[in-house]
């Protein structure tokens, strides 16, 4: 069965700096990844998702993730924190051959310093 | 209806009483998902409907919990003899067609705090 390890409940950025959230899957067959988030009061939202093709996926409000199939791993990043980022940030995999099922982190809160 | 709709948006019960808590999906997605949200857990994952396949149930965390899904729209989520460990925020979440679709994600509802005192 396919699983998403989140490391780090919690990861602290000060304003503009790199924002680099962890996420490690594990599956047998090739996975579909994706990417939640959480503002505050406000359900979840996709942010990005790769399923195939290019391993650099780009979502939304400046967001990237890679997928790196040899390190099974799809890190979220991007380049200069804003304050409108704290949030909670989901990883979540899928399989083809699951019937779509598709199974979450733990999630990251992120907080942005000013 | 535009989004999906979940009621009651608040529930709170006494340990041991039953609960049931409904999900309205998006018109016509094929999809619906339950997942529980509670601090320290993330989402946690509970049962899945794709059309007319068996649900996945995997995600169940004991008997006392149950699902159907009636006419491959509305569905509801049972709780039997609730605990105070039951006591999170549910969420469903439904999509057009299973989530690998190019275009695909998931909608989720505003959930369902449930309180168990």
């Known amino acids: 069965a396919q699983s998403v390890t989140q490391l780090g409940s919690h990861v602290s950025v000060s304003e503009g700096a790199l924002v680099l959230l962890r996420c490690n899957y594990s599956?047998?067959?090739?996975?579909?990844l994706f990417w939640y988030v959480q503002y505050p009061n406000q359900g979840l939202q996709l942010l990005l998702k790769y399923t195939t093709g290019a391993t650099l996926v780009k979502g939304i409000n400046g967001f990237e993730a890679e997928f790196k199939k040899s390190e099974t791993s799809f890190h979220l990043t991007k380049p200069s924190a804003h304050m409108s980022d704290a949030a909670e940030y989901f990883c979540a995999v899928s399989v083809r051959g699951s019937q779509g099922n598709l199974i979450f982190g733990k999630g990251t809160k992120l907080s942005v310093k000013p | 209806g535009a989004g999906v709709s979940q009621s009651p948006s608040n529930k709170v019960t006494e340990k041991g009483k039953d609960v049931e808590l409904r999900c309205d999906p998006i018109?016509?997605?094929?999809?619906l998902y339950w997942y529980r949200q509670s601090l320290g857990q993330g989402l946690e994952f509970l049962i899945y409907?794709?059309?007319?396949?068996?649900?996945?149930k995997s995600g169940l965390p004991s008997d006392r919990f149950s699902a159907e899904r009636t006419g491959g729209s509305v569905s509801t989520l049972t709780i039997q003899r609730t605990q105070q460990e039951d006591s999170a925020v549910y969420l469903c979440a439904s999509s057009l067609l299973p989530v690998w679709g190019t275009n695909e994600k998931l909608f989720f509802g505003s959930g369902t705090q449930l309180s168990v005192l």
């Open positions: 018109s016509g997605h094929t999809a």
């Open positions: 409907f794709q059309g007319n396949s068996a649900p996945d």
């Open positions: 599956s047998s067959v090739p996975p579909y």
